[in-house]
């Protein structure tokens, strides 16, 4: 256990359905990142987050994605008329400000969506 | 060109014997390198990283980078069964190789 939990663990959806999902990071973490894994890739990563600042975000995300993190503490993560493509596992993720390299995984929240 | 390559194996190596996973990044200004493990159905978990040329060991464990021809390894010495993992290779801002399957057979 890492410390970091996501929910929900799965989710499934209808196409065009919003689904959104949250992140507790480590609390002494001030870096959260979001990925999406598929079967047989590496986690593809979406965004980042410092405190509460949106620092960066993928080129390949679509508009259809947000995320949120108020207060530097938990975040979200939002698809909006999600669309079969979008199944898949989305990881949270975080790291201490002195050393980025080290990220600890949530389990992870499987998107399915039919 | 993906940024991080590597190939999905799997590398099928006995037990005991040495396991040599490969990472190659396009990215020559890189500066940071590290490999994560991931069991099936968990979430890839940190094992080594190096900065510089040459090689770092940590254990049954060797990390070797090489900036010049852009390349780096992972060497798991006396391989166990329980090693039997997808192993990330990952650079700078964590962008990941596709990772490549572990399969150490008794």
């Known amino acids: 256990d890492t410390g970091v939990s996501q929910d929900p663990r799965h989710k499934i959806t209808k196409r065009g359905q919003n689904v959104t999902f949250r992140c507790d990071p480590i609390s002494e973490h001030n870096r959260l990142y979001w990925y999406r894994q598929t079967l047989g890739q590496g986690p593809e990563f979406l965004t980042y987050f410092q405190n509460e600042a949106q620092l960066e975000k993928s080129r390949l995300l679509s508009d259809r994605f947000s995320a949120e993190r108020p207060k530097g503490s938990f975040s979200t993560l939002e698809i909006q008329r999600t669309e079969q493509g979008d199944s898949a596992m989305y990881l949270c993720a975080n790291s201490q400000q002195g050393f980025a390299g080290e990220l600890f995984f949530g389990e992870g929240s499987r998107l399915t969506v039919l | 060109q993906k940024e991080v390559e590597q190939n999905s194996g799997p590398l099928s190596v006995p037990e005991g014997a040495i396991a040599s996973l490969n990472c190659t990044y396009s990215?020559?200004?890189?500066?940071?390198f590290f490999w994560y493990r991931q069991y099936s159905g968990k979430s890839p978990e940190l094992i080594m990283f190096i900065y510089s040329n040459g090689d770092k060991e940590d254990g049954r464990f060797t990390a070797q980078l090489n900036k010049a021809s852009q390349y780096v390894s992972l060497l798991i010495r006396d391989s166990q069964p329980s090693d039997s993992a997808t192993y990330l290779c990952a650079v700078d801002k964590l962008i990941f190789g596709t990772g490549t399957r572990l399969q150490v057979f008794p």
């Open positions: 990215d020559r200004g890189s500066q940071s």
